[in-house]
């Protein structure tokens, strides 16, 4: 089962150092650079650490076309996040945080005020329709505000959780489950009333239920745990286990993709309120998103260089950014031959830069058999990217390659062979991209030399 997450993603940057000064110029501490890590934020994080416990995701989302954006797709992509990205104007939004043994001391935001996303391709809309649990992670920013995405969930038959945000649109009607925490509920109900957590969650978790005609709504509290509103019944008061304290920093996206999957599975409301509470605690008590996404902040170099989807989003926006034409084409290229050499030239000439979406191992049998491929997705991106006229390779999991090109956008989109049209036409026209074909070289087939291959030996 598939968890489809949509909402803002944003890049997280955190700068460690140390202070052993005063400024002389200012009553500002020094802050000596040791380290900086990045991670997506957002409803990108609350991907990310679903990916990371082994859960399938996609994470529908706007992207700019800038280095953010490539950044955002590569540490994504890599997790095994699906990403369908709307575009989004202007600059990625960055938070930076400036820290010295843990401690923030200052954060810079950078990406101005929040953008209107372009419009949500075709296969973002059956994505959604389809899936079998949503999680809004709603970070105020305009993907929850877009009325085909809205329109899109609330016809999903899917267990729809909706994470909000003060400054975002309040939940698609009938949503299972809505989770604020207990400051977003004093702020979204108005309620600055006195009284126990108790008091204020049921007061304004029960007056948000009515207003959003929701299934539910659960308020979290932190280190209290959580308080179920239902309709018609007493609240269901959950506590947390005793932990440390600790940084808090994606709990409430473990806690509303937890409670999201259960909801899935067939799991009662409150089932999956006792879920959440008890995987958020223990993600707190672990050590939080520090501890979480260390392999994110110190990653390995696994790939050669041009392969893989960091390269291709920086390539693809500093190709852009220069005024220049950025290239597609994508395929299976199992067994490298010259009819694929021709495609590939004849591609490269048509723009500043040519980009090879590659099958993966797992997309190639789905298309072609179990027998398939013959090489492995590392050997077949390796040769792709020896040749002269592929300038990166990215690899991609699905049947199609219409989730990489919503965050790829090609202005041109190659296909070889004999075409009257292929699906991704539509798709790439939506930001003005078109698709061309060109000769492919007749009798020259993967197909065809394995067939050929094969009689030799008999």
């Not at 490539?70 to 890599?78: F, G, H, K, Y």
């Not at 699906?82 to 575009?87: D, E």
């Not at 809004?136 to 969930?153: K, Q």
Request: with cysteine; aromatic share 4%; net charge negative.
């Amino acid at each position: 089962m598939r968890l489809v997450i949509v909402g803002d993603t944003l890049l997280d940057k955190d700068v460690d150092g140390t202070v052993r000064r005063i400024a002389p110029d200012a009553p500002a501490p020094v802050l000596d650079e040791e380290h900086v890590g990045e991670r997506p934020g957002g409803a990108g994080l609350a991907a990310l650490l679903a990916a990371q416990s082994g859960q399938e995701v996609a994470l529908v989302t706007a992207l700019a076309d800038d280095a953010g954006g490539a950044r955002l797709s590569e540490l994504l992509t890599e997790a095994g996040v699906a990403v369908f990205a709307l575009p989004l104007p202007g600059a990625t939004p960055e938070k930076v945080r400036l820290r010295a043994h843990g401690q923030v001391l200052l954060r810079l935001d950078r990406g101005g005020d929040p953008e209107r996303p372009g419009d949500a391709p075709p296969a973002v809309l059956e994505l959604l329709r389809d899936a079998g649990a949503i999680l809004v992670s709603d970070y105020g920013r305009g993907v929850a505000r877009h009325p085909e995405l809205r329109r899109a969930i609330g016809e999903s038959r899917a267990a729809v959780v909706w994470d909000p945000h003060p400054n975002g649109p309040p939940p698609v009607p009938n949503a299972r489950l809505v989770t604020p925490n207990l400051a977003e509920v004093r702020k979204l109900s108005g309620d600055a009333g006195n009284g126990s957590t108790l008091a204020v969650a049921q007061r304004g978790g029960q007056a948000l239920r009515q207003r959003w005609r929701a299934g539910a709504v659960v308020v979290t509290c932190g280190a209290d745990g959580a308080v179920l509103c239902h309709s018609g019944t007493a609240p269901l008061v959950v506590p947390a286990p005793a932990i440390a304290a600790g940084d808090t920093c994606g709990a409430g996206d473990r806690f509303a993709a937890t409670a999201a999957l259960a909801l899935a599975r067939g799991d009662l409301v409150s089932e999956a309120v006792q879920r959440a509470v008890a995987a958020a605690s223990a993600y707190v008590g672990n050590g939080g998103v520090t501890v979480a996404l260390k392999a994110h902040r110190e990653p390995e170099p696994v790939a050669p260089e041009r392969i893989g989807a960091g390269q291709a989003g920086r390539l693809a926006a500093e190709v852009r950014a220069r005024g220049g034409t950025v290239v597609a084409t994508g395929g299976c290229f199992d067994l490298l031959h010259v009819g694929h050499l021709a495609t590939l030239r004849a591609a490269r000439k048509l723009g500043d830069c040519l980009i090879v979406c590659l099958n993966s191992d797992d997309s190639v049998r789905g298309l072609k058999g179990l027998e398939r491929p013959l090489n492995p997705e590392t050997d077949r991106a390796r040769l792709l990217a020896a040749l002269d006229c592929v300038d990166a390779v990215v690899v991609f999991g699905e049947s199609s390659p219409e989730a990489v090109l919503t965050w790829l956008r090609p202005d041109v989109w190659v296909k070889g062979g004999d075409y009257d049209s292929v699906p991704e036409s539509e798709l790439v026209e939506r930001w003005g991209g078109r698709t061309v074909f060109v000769p492919y070289l007749d009798g020259r087939s993967t197909t065809g030399t394995i067939a050929a291959a094969r009689a030799a030996t008999i």
